[in-house]
């Protein structure tokens, strides 16, 4: 099993609401692999951006609601121990909140699990990440681990209205 992990974002210019750009390449990377994906965001549940990533091809979304202004990390760390997931896909930064990209190295910390940046495919067990424009490294996946999208990763299939309002937002409350 795939848990994909998904950020709100912001749109630079109009402040709106909308899909995290880095997330979107990670589920587009969860979706190309073929196999069962749980999708996590940790936040608000009546963001209408949250749509979008159902409108992607994601069956499903499990809110994890905590109620206003909290840190996901530990959140996510009780949720992805409870799943024990095989791979635990993200983007490399969100838009909204602090931004800082470390999300992901401190659950692969936490959880005392790898952590492979840059990834750009994932085939079988291989990851395939992008050094640079023309260097790219192929690495094992022969235990579970966290991937971060890199931004050389095929960028998100346009998003299907009919598929977003057929794709389920599961809310779940948690202590924060």
Same mark, same amino acid.
């Given at each position: 099993? #795939?848990?994909?992990?998904?950020? %709100? /974002?912001?749109?630079?210019?109009?402040?709106?609401?909308?899909?995290?750009?880095?997330?979107?390449?990670?589920?587009?990377?969860?979706?190309?692999?073929?196999?069962?994906?749980?999708?996590?965001?940790?936040?608000?549940?009546?963001?209408?951006? +949250?749509?979008?990533?159902?409108?992607?091809?994601?069956?499903?979304?499990?809110?994890?609601?905590?109620? /206003?202004?909290?840190?996901?990390? @530990?959140? +996510?760390?009780?949720?992805?121990?409870?799943?024990?997931?095989?791979? =635990?896909?993200?983007?490399?930064?969100?838009?909204?909140?602090? /931004?800082?990209?470390?999300?992901?190295?401190?659950?692969?910390?936490?959880?005392?699990?790898?952590? +492979?940046?840059?990834? #750009?495919?994932?085939?079988?067990?291989?990851?395939?990440?992008?050094?640079? @424009?023309?260097?790219?490294? &192929?690495?094992?996946?022969?235990?579970?681990?966290?991937? =971060?999208?890199?931004?050389?990763? @095929?960028?998100? &299939?346009?998003?299907?209205?009919?598929? %977003?309002?057929?794709?389920?937002?599961?809310? &779940?409350?948690?202590?924060?």
């Amino acid at each position: 099993m #795939i848990a994909l992990l998904l950020s %709100a /974002g912001c749109h630079p210019v109009s402040l709106r609401p909308r899909m995290n750009p880095a997330c979107a390449r990670a589920a587009e990377l969860a979706l190309r692999m073929g196999q069962a994906v749980t999708a996590l965001h940790v936040g608000d549940p009546a963001n209408p951006a +949250l749509r979008d990533y159902l409108g992607l091809g994601l069956p499903a979304l499990t809110v994890l609601d905590a109620g /206003g202004t909290v840190d996901a990390l @530990p959140i +996510l760390i009780d949720e992805l121990a409870r799943l024990a997931p095989r791979i =635990i896909l993200c983007g490399d930064m969100t838009e909204v909140g602090e /931004g800082s990209g470390m999300l992901p190295y401190a659950l692969a910390e936490r959880l005392g699990l790898p952590v +492979l940046a840059g990834v #750009i495919a994932v085939e079988g067990a291989t990851a395939l990440q992008s050094v640079s @424009p023309t260097v790219q490294r &192929r690495f094992a996946l022969d235990r579970p681990a966290v991937l =971060i999208a890199g931004h050389d990763a @095929p960028p998100a &299939r346009p998003v299907a209205f009919a598929r %977003a309002r057929a794709g389920r937002i599961e809310v &779940r409350p948690v202590a924060a």
